[in-house]
């Protein structure tokens, strides 16, 4: 398996037929929505629906009007927020506009939003209509009573009876990398990036206001925490971000964690079938109004096979984000906790970090090995946007600079930095380090370092090959990316070659965490095969011996369920966690194999941490 992903065999990615440019050229491509409302603000009563239109049986009244407003949103000019209702994905677009009106203070403030369903994927694509509904909120600021507009928009999309959602779950894209002629032995997996992972082909790019576009701020944001986050987010945690509004950010990073941390397809039948779902649900914003959801999700099931109101997502983690304080108190509502700075802390002499903690206030922070691979990611980056296009189109928005070869040698983290978001190295590290630089005159501590740094370049390679098909199936989950793909055709004639490579970058990364994915999952689905294998031979060993000692042994045998539960377990030796890309000296990181094994193989771990043995003593 190792020598296989070492080949990098050839990068092959399809991407589906292009419909008829012409009629794309005409008719917007805008998923159908099931509602379209007017929130205002009066002083008196509050948020209030002063126009609404729905398909029948869509509530609107005492929802929406909670979900598309979260608290602190007085203090800015204008802001998207997304959210999840009942089986839809809403978009709202707020606007506070100052006006000459006393009665209203001043300040018109109010949104557009709709309502879209989740069955064309995690956010509907409801970010297409972003432009649409950012537009009316500018006019019905200006003119409270245009409400024409409104009933315009809702008449031309709408959703009919003729369109129907997919009736299937919807299966991911994925790379796929030519097989090698060769069979390699062990198991080989086609390395998956689902949900739009997959590089762009040419002439197609992502729409505009699409999540995806923010995941280089999301890294530059995070740093090496971004790590820790997608291991919790791989277990399937409850995850809160607490953030100040603007809120559009924060769900767009809610979006991003989301998306990186999905199980790829191709090792889909490695796991257990009690394995945690293979996405992680995004709930987006949520305030105080949805706390009874909160706790009534938290229940655990009384039958696993039956999932609450038929939903298989029911019960299980979450990544959302809130402006509202409360939520982040209620530590029993949450694992993980993370706490986005003020906007006013980028003016500050130091950097101030997003912190992450579990309950009781546990701080949660990155790993050595986290560290140095982020810096190989960056580096990674910026060999990929040199060998591409060094600019962007101006149709599409980047929320972040991109980057160059020379900030790759620069260091990310200061001295300050990495001691506030990074785990000090451990003394046994600094004795072991020292005991082999002595031992070997630095020769162990150099191949160690090569033998890192040639597998994190491995996560990173060929994607920057030019020849690049999407292959897509029939169905998948999360449509969102593959189809906003736009074609190019649609911006006229003067497409270039900077249009064709402006989204490689972003996915890129997410193809990047799912071959981290992949790595971890494979490596461990090898162990557990092995074992599996040794146990078999085992037991037909105490079979032999059994029958051949007569029963009056018999009662020598275990028969405690404790003890049945430990000869299952599987040992996980430090090689393994290195090749897997984890930290042999972080207690987090062998927790977290510990967890892994028990949630997607049902096994019991014990991990064995790196250490020095002198004439069969172990030392350190």
């Not at 005492?62 to 927020?81: A, C, N, R």
């Not at 999840?84 to 209203?104: I, K, Q, R, T, Y």
């Not at 080989?188 to 002439?203: N, T, V, Y």
Request: charged residues 25%; contains cysteine.
């Amino acid at each position: 398996m190792a020598a296989s992903r070492r080949g990098q065999p050839e990068l092959q990615v399809r991407l589906p037929s292009t419909p008829n440019l012409a009629a794309v050229a005409t008719l917007p491509d805008l998923p159908p929505i099931h509602a379209l409302f007017l929130i205002n603000f009066d002083v008196k009563a509050g948020y209030t629906i002063s126009w609404k239109a729905s398909k029948p049986g869509v509530e609107l009244e005492g929802v929406v009007e909670y979900k598309s407003l979260p608290s602190g949103l007085h203090t800015v000019s204008e802001d998207l927020i997304y959210f999840v209702h009942d089986g839809f994905a809403g978009l709202s677009a707020f606007v506070n506009a100052p006006v000459e009106d006393s009665e209203v203070r001043n300040a018109r403030m109010l949104a557009v939003g709709v309502l879209v369903p989740l069955s064309y994927g995690r956010l509907g694509r409801a970010w297409r209509h972003a432009e649409g509904l950012k537009a009316m909120a500018s006019a019905l600021a200006t003119d409270g009573k245009g409400t024409g507009l409104l009933e315009e928009y809702w008449e031309k999309n709408q959703a009919t009876t003729e369109q129907t959602a997919p009736s299937e779950p919807l299966e991911s894209p994925s790379i796929t990398f030519q097989t090698p002629s060769k069979t390699p032995q062990g198991h080989f997996r086609k390395r998956s990036a689902s949900d739009g992972a997959a590089l762009l082909a040419p002439g197609h790019r992502l729409s505009p206001f699409h999540p995806a576009w923010s995941l280089q701020k999301l890294l530059d944001t995070f740093g090496p925490l971004i790590f820790p986050i997608q291991r919790a987010a791989l277990l399937r945690k409850r995850i809160l971000i607490s953030c100040h509004a603007p809120v559009q950010e924060a769900c767009n990073f809610v979006y991003d964690i989301s998306i990186l941390s999905n199980i790829p397809q191709p090792i889909f039948e490695i796991l257990s079938p009690h394995s945690p779902p293979h996405r992680l649900r995004p709930l987006f914003s949520i305030g105080v109004h949805d706390i009874p959801f909160l706790v009534e999700d938290s229940k655990p099931r009384r039958n696993d096979s039956e999932p609450p109101d038929n939903n298989p997502e029911a019960g299980t983690g979450w990544i959302a984000c809130t402006t509202d304080s409360i939520l982040a108190k209620k530590d029993t509502l949450w694992d993980v906790l993370i706490t986005m700075p003020a906007p006013y802390s980028c003016n500050a002499k130091h950097r101030v970090w997003p912190k992450i903690e579990g309950p009781q206030g546990l701080s949660i922070k990155a790993t050595q090995r986290d560290l140095r691979r982020f810096r190989s990611l960056k580096a990674g980056l910026a060999r990929l946007q040199a060998a591409t296009s060094p600019g962007t189109s101006p149709t599409t928005p980047r929320t972040a600079p991109l980057l160059t070869p020379q900030d790759a040698d620069e260091p990310f983290l200061s001295e300050a930095d990495e001691k506030e978001i990074v785990e000090p190295l451990s003394w046994t590290a600094l004795a072991y380090n020292g005991f082999m630089w002595w031992a070997s005159a630095g020769e162990q501590a150099r191949a160690e370092q090569a033998e890192e740094t040639a597998r994190d370049a491995e996560l990173l390679a060929g994607l920057n090959s030019p020849a690049v098909r999407m292959e897509v199936p029939r169905s998948a989950d999360l449509s969102t990316s593959i189809a906003s793909l736009t074609p190019a055709a649609r911006r006229g004639s003067t497409a270039t070659a900077l249009d064709q490579d402006e989204a490689r970058t972003e996915l890129a990364i997410i193809a990047y965490f799912h071959r981290f994915t992949t790595l971890i999952l494979s490596t461990l689905a090898d162990i557990v095969e092995s074992t599996s294998d040794d146990d078999d031979d085992d037991d037909v060993e105490e079979e032999v011996e059994t029958e051949s000692e007569g029963r009056g042994d018999a009662a020598l045998l275990p028969d405690s369920g404790e003890e049945e539960m430990d000869a299952r377990g599987i040992q996980i030796e430090s090689d393994a966690l290195a090749r897997m890309g984890l930290d042999v000296w972080s207690a987090a990181d062998a927790e977290f194999v510990r967890a892994v094994v028990a949630a997607y193989f049902g096994r019991r771990a014990y991990v064995e941490g790196k250490g020095v043995e002198v004439c069969g003593v172990r030392v350190c």
